[in-house]
């Protein structure tokens, strides 16, 4: 069976900020992506600075969803505060640096793991369940299972990247990830830089469990939206009379 499909709808908010508005909306991207009954979940990342989604987004959807919501985070105090008050079914942790465009790699598992353990601990202890967002690397996953992590997110962005000579070796690393997170009782989960052109392959790695995908989708939702969006101005521009 194929894993399931969690969108993540940050760029819905992102656009929504260029003009600082209402619309569109994060929460009505989610129900819609849920109304075709593909989605099994819907991911945001709530960042520090606010760029995209914020806290009353947050909030929204927990409500708003009849399906698991997990929030990316940074292991913040405040982001940390949010995330107990909100109570996701599902917590993926995250590095955050304020001056990236996107997560730039996965959590430092050696330099942070005391703290990424701390509110590993306090979140499951909420009853929210735990995905620690790592390079596909062996001595990373045995670390997020030391931290009490339920779930590892393994970051595909390498492979996704790689130029055509280095994509079985960055598959490999993916599926030798998968195999070590599994024998350790993890939940398997990936994501980042995945498309309806590189998917198949990170889709077919055994126990992959959910793959959070945002980019593509809603960059692609633009161009195949966009022709209905020119229709309906110009009909409306249509009624207004004229002498
Ligand atoms: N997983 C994590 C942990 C991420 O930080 C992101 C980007 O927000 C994604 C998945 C989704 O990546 P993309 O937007 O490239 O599909």
Not at 211 to 234: F, P, Q, T
Request: charged share 25%.
């Amino acid at each position: 069976m194929a894993p399931r499909l969690f969108v993540n709808v940050d760029h819905v908010a992102t656009v929504r900020q260029a003009r600082r508005t209402v619309r569109p909306d994060p929460v009505e991207a989610a129900l819609l992506c849920l109304s075709t009954g593909k989605v099994a979940g819907i991911t945001v990342h709530l960042r520090e600075d606010r760029r995209h989604v914020n806290d009353d987004d947050v909030a929204r959807m927990k409500t708003a969803l009849t399906v698991p919501f997990n929030l990316e985070m940074s292991c913040a105090e405040q982001i940390v505060g949010v995330c107990l008050r909100t109570h996701p079914e599902e917590a993926t942790l995250v590095p955050e640096k304020r001056e990236e465009v996107t997560t730039e790699g996965g959590l430092d598992m050696r330099r942070g793991f005391n703290r990424v353990r701390e509110v590993t601990r306090r979140l499951r202890a909420d009853g929210i369940l735990v995905s620690l967002f790592i390079d596909p690397d062996a001595d990373a996953v045995k670390l997020a299972a030391d931290a009490g992590a339920s779930h590892v997110e393994l970051h595909t962005g390498r492979y996704c990247d790689a130029p055509p000579e280095a994509r079985t070796h960055e598959l490999e690393a993916l599926h030798d990830a998968a195999l070590v997170a599994h024998r350790l009782g993890l939940v398997v989960n990936a994501g980042h830089g995945l498309s309806t052109e590189n998917v198949g392959a990170v889709a077919a790695i055994p126990n992959m469990h959910d793959l959070n995908i945002g980019h593509s989708i809603i960059a692609r939702a633009v161009m195949v939206g966009l022709a209905r969006a020119v229709d309906e101005i110009y009909a409306a521009m249509q009624v207004a009379p004229r002498d």
